[in-house]
RNA sequence: GCGCCUGUAGCUCAGCUGGAUAGAGCAACGGACUUCUAAUCCGUAGGUCGCACGUUCGAGUCGUGCCAGGCGCGCCA
């Protein structure tokens, strides 16, 4: 609907300037819009308030030149009018929306679906927490914005690959295996001293008494270096399984888990390492190797191997994100923790040292999560061992909520998560408002069937264009009008990386429904009427089906 | 001190990359179930868009400077 009046606008410019009444056919970009009020018509456009410098015109003037070459006579447009400063509004004609329904019943599944991507190979690489501890909240709303946004891009065409990099080499994992070896001593009776920078919580205990379960005492014949890279491989393993779990159970699945250890094994970092010495980026400085990243706008170069030989975290990062490079992805995306930002430049530095385009990488920052229950802050220290995993949030929670809650937020902003909240069945938990459409056209639906005469028309049955007439209360072309919008929704949320435009979209969408529902009734006496009616609820359905499982969260008959 | 993010109704948040009279939900108040699910709807009230300049036909949106909060600034990971 936007790019035919598109055309017609510009058309119009088009002939305008032919008849010399414009002094140029060079038009600054203009919009075609939604207005904000109904008494603006459906569609807007600013064109004689931008173009009135280049042609030299007062805009109103403009706009009624404009308006002379679009005629009188469009079959979509009922009626346009000067407004304001030199606004064009356009009131498009009700029947001109129908074909919308049709197409959402034709593509169904794929309506929303585009091609802008064009088969672009792109990565997300997320959550990415260190196994040495349970998920808490903060990893949860990186992987669900992570998880969301690759829906968004795989429905919009990039062909997207899921990724999780596992930091399993290193000295934090060390530091888990000694935990676990520590409790395996304990459990066996001996008396320990238990570090404080080793990892406190109970879930150390629980690895170890598995540990033990399965190897007995075997573990302390060796020597300990040896035993503690048995543990910190056993633990390593048990937390991934138990992280890959939680995951699912949001319905997270990752195309691929990608082991630093074993990047590290396959002389990754070395071979990386060695070609940007070879590009003279790495170089040597008191007896350590530096990156030479502030040639590429970092404020500091950085240490990628010590002095002492090892090898620095960095270095493992260049080496993954080379790696991601020669996999041959055009686009990488990174979901972090904005805690993490200030190591942004580095990577892009490593990046661009490559050879390639910084706009090939991205990076979310997701901002911090504070838990609350009724609205007091709940804990988060990691040190002492007391904090609430996302785990147990899921089990209280629940996935659908969980997710919505974390959706209807723009990633950039700090979030409150108040379990209290987040667990009434309220409106205050959106979630809920969403999927009660969806339930309740199933419901109406399975009525229809029952009462068999009502039928929803298919898309050849000839009485269909007779059902759709019957569509013209103010709220049901107020709804198609949002159906139309949201495969333009789809493409901006993946365009932009902002998969709440979506959560949005549907909880305004559930709002039209909701008030049109309490006014009208969907099964009629009049079966012309009452098939038309179901012609339109069944494509609201749809539209909320396929949105909500871009979410990730489920679309239920009932509730 | 430097960098990134945030600041919009009492609370939680949107605001479609500069458009017209700034929007939802919650909380408050008043209404609507013998009808397809009341997890719903309708109405009332609630605002100096942190502050100040600037850019232009037009600023919550862009720029600069302040103020406030959060997070970072290791040869840690």
């Known amino acids: 609907m936007k790019e035919t009046l598109r055309q017609l606008v510009l058309n119009a410019s088009i002939a305008a300037f032919e008849n010399k009444e414009f002094i140029s056919a060079d038009i600054p970009a203009f919009t075609i819009e939604e207005p904000k009020a109904d008494a603006h018509g459906d569609l807007s456009t600013n064109f004689a308030l931008v173009s009135a410098k280049a042609l030299k015109m007062p805009p109103r003037k403009i706009a009624e030149t404009l308006l002379r070459h679009i005629g009188g006579s469009h079959p979509l447009i009922e009626k346009t009018e000067i407004a304001g400063p030199g606004f064009i509004n356009f009131f498009i004609r009700p029947s001109a929306w129908y074909p919308v329904l049709t197409e959402i019943h034709a593509k169904d599944m794929d309506y929303g679906r585009a091609t802008t991507g064009n088969g672009q190979k792109v990565q997300v690489e997320f959550v990415s927490a260190n196994p040495t501890g349970p998920l808490h909240v903060g990893h949860g709303r990186g992987a669900i914005v992570g998880d969301s946004t690759a829906a968004m891009l795989n429905a919009c065409g990039y062909e997207v690959h899921r990724e999780y990099y596992i930091n399993d080499a290193g000295r934090q994992i060390q530091t888990l295996g000694l935990s676990v070896l520590l409790r395996c001593r304990e459990l066996a009776g001996q008396k320990i001293e238990f570090p404080e920078e080793c990892y406190q919580g109970d879930y150390i205990k629980d690895i170890a008494e598995e540990l033990r379960r399965e ?28 992280i890959r779990n939680v995951l699912n159970s949001l319905g997270i699945i990752f195309d691929n888990w990608y082991s630093e250890q074993a990047m590290v094994d396959a002389g990754k970092v070395e071979s990386a390492i060695e070609k940007f010495k070879n590009q003279k980026v790495i170089y040597e400085k008191d007896g350590a190797l ?5 040639a590429f706008g970092d404020e500091k170069d950085r240490v990628v191997v010590r002095n002492n030989g090892q090898a620095t975290y960095f270095a493992s990062d260049i080496a993954y994100h080379q790696d991601k490079l020669d996999r041959g992805f055009d686009r990488i995306i990174d979901v972090w923790g904005a805690d993490h930002h200030g190591y942004i430049p580095r990577i892009r530095a490593a990046i661009e040292a490559s050879g390639k385009d910084k706009s090939q990488f991205t990076v979310i920052l997701t901002q911090l999560v504070n838990l609350l229950r009724q609205g007091v802050p709940v804990s988060m220290g990691k040190r002492s061992g007391q904090f609430i995993t996302l785990k147990e949030v899921i089990d209280e929670v629940g996935r659908d909520a969980v997710r919505f809650i974390f959706l209807t937020r723009n990633y950039d902003s700090p979030l409150d998560f108040d379990l209290e909240i987040a667990k009434q069945k309220t409106n205050d938990n959106p979630v809920y408002y969403v999927q009660y459409v969806h339930a309740r056209i199933s419901s109406i639906l399975k009525k229809a069937k029952e009462e068999n005469a009502l039928t929803i028309p298919g898309i050849d049955d000839p009485d269909l264009g007779k059902a759709m007439e019957m569509i013209r209360e103010p709220e049901e072309i107020r709804i198609v009008k949002h159906l139309a919008r949201y495969p333009e929704t789809i493409r901006q949320a993946a365009e932009l990386m902002e998969p709440h435009r979506v959560a949005f979209f549907l909880m305004e969408l559930a709002g039209d429904f909701h008030a049109y529902y309490n006014k009208h009734r969907v099964l009629t006496e009049d079966p012309a009427l009452t098939a038309g009616r179901l012609y339109l609820i069944f494509a609201v359905q749809k539209v909320i089906r396929n949105g909500l499982t871009l979410l990730g969260v489920s679309a ?3 509730m």
């Open 215 to 242: 190897k007995g005492d075997w573990i302390f014949t060796l020597p300990e270096p040896e035993a503690v890279a048995f543990c910190s491989r056993f633990a390593a393993d048990r937390m991934i399984i138990e």
């Open 290 to 294: 530096w990156f030479n990243t502030s």
């Open 556 to 558: 239920p008959d009932s």
